[in-house]
């Protein structure tokens, strides 16, 4: 297997990959989704142990299957009881678990727990959400977008909705491969003020074009259209103020028209779900033939054990 880097390393957020990994990491997504069976020892002797703070469908099953798909062990242990570094310091948990497995997947909190851990231990750490970022996801919408449109070059994609994480990871992973992404927010929902000085330098660097504004009309002549949840988990606080400030944000029909304005198909529609079914999106468009939200969730896995052959692997 060429060498791209990645052995050995954390995954904590995409803004950590060159566009040369990342381009490294969609080919072998391919091959591995053609035919896992060529990769099918690709983690023999391996083992990954996945923490999760915060409930998960796709991401559990994506990688606790992938893992068993590459000749793998998966061990899945739920931290919903109580958040790292309460019943012992993140320190001593690393420095435990460095001791029995190979990587480390962990849906967490907060960010900083996971750059906590990945100090701490000596094994490679994948961020599987946490409040900041999804690089996981990034990884697979990316992937999606490619294998729909057959190129990224020329792509246009549109966030719109909240300035999340799901937002963060989308927005490096697009300007650091030179795609221009138009994110649009309700006022005080934006992305972080640091990750969009980050992923303006991304821009400048690969000739993607960012934009990041209040204006829905900002929603035309884009190739894919993406929104994730109003109120993300951790924030069911919010979850009345929030509905309303999104409210005008919402994706429809009317919106999906707008965006494919000047294309020559459709506006695809992308979700990282779970969907609050007629709230950030309407079922018309959510089971529209223009969503591709199934095939992200399926590429959620082949775009992870791409990175678990290249983090971890011994074969090919
Ligand atoms: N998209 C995603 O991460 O889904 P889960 O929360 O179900 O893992
Ligand atoms: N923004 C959502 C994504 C879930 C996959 C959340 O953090 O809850």
């Known amino acids: 297997m060429a060498n791209t880097g990645l052995r050995g390393s954390d995954l904590l957020t995409i803004a950590s990959l060159s566009a040369d990994q990342i381009r490294s990491l969609l080919d072998l997504a391919a091959k591995v989704k053609a035919d896992v069976g060529a990769y099918s020892k690709a983690l023999a002797g391996k083992t990954g142990i996945m923490i999760f703070e915060k409930p998960s469908l796709r991401t559990k099953v994506t990688f606790e299957v992938g893992i068993q798909k590459l000749g793998g062990i998966a061990v899945y242990m739920d931290?919903?009881?109580?958040?790292?570094?309460?019943?012992?310091?993140?320190?001593?948990?690393?420095?435990?678990?460095?001791?029995?497995?190979?990587?480390?997947?962990?849906?967490?909190?907060?960010?900083?727990?996971?750059?906590?851990?990945?100090?701490?231990?000596?094994?490679?750490?994948?961020?599987a959400l946490s409040d900041r970022f999804h690089p996981c996801q990034a990884l697979a919408d990316i992937f999606t977008v490619q294998e729909r449109l057959g190129t990224l070059k020329g792509a246009r994609l549109a966030f719109i909705g909240d300035g999340n994480n799901v937002c963060n990871s989308l927005m490096?992973?697009?300007?650091?491969?030179?795609?221009?992404?138009?994110?649009?927010?309700?006022?005080?929902?934006?992305?972080?003020?640091?990750?969009?000085?980050?992923?303006?330098?991304?821009?400048?660097?690969?000739?993607?074009?960012?934009?990041?504004?209040?204006?829905?009309?900002?929603?035309?002549?884009?190739?894919?259209?993406?929104?994730?949840?109003?109120?993300?988990?951790?924030?069911?606080?919010?979850?009345?103020?929030?509905?309303?400030?999104?409210?005008?944000?919402q994706v429809n029909q009317n919106l999906m028209g707008m965006a494919s304005r000047g294309l020559k198909a459709p506006a695809m529609f992308m979700h990282c779900?779970?969907?609050?079914?007629?709230?950030?999106?309407?079922?018309e468009?959510?089971?529209?033939?223009?969503?591709?939200?199934?095939?992200?969730a399926e590429n959620r896995m082949h775009a992870q054990n791409a990175l678990l052959v290249q983090v971890l692997g011994g074969q090919k």
């Not at 919903?80 to 420095?95: C, F, M, T, W």
């Not at 779900?273 to 079922?283: C, H, K």
Request: charged residues 25%; proline residues 3%; hydrophobic residues 35%.
């Open 79 to 127: 931290q919903s009881g109580a958040k790292l570094g309460e019943r012992e310091s993140i320190r001593d948990y690393g420095k435990n678990l460095e001791r029995w497995v190979d990587c480390i997947i962990a849906r967490v909190y907060s960010q900083k727990s996971l750059e906590e851990l990945a100090e701490h231990a000596e094994k490679p750490v994948i961020n």
């Open 285 to 296: 468009v959510i089971d529209s033939p223009s969503s591709v939200v199934y095939e992200q």
């Open 172 to 249: 490096h992973a697009a300007t650091l491969l030179g795609v221009d992404m138009t994110v649009i927010t309700p006022k005080g929902y934006g992305p972080a003020d640091d990750v969009v000085e980050e992923c303006s330098r991304f821009a400048t660097a690969s000739g993607a074009k960012l934009t990041v504004t209040n204006d829905i009309q900002a929603i035309a002549g884009h190739h894919a259209v993406y929104t994730d949840v109003w109120v993300s988990m951790g924030q069911a606080d919010q979850a009345g103020k929030r509905r309303k400030a999104f409210q005008a944000y």
């Open 273 to 283: 779900l779970p969907a609050q079914r007629g709230v950030e999106v309407t079922d």
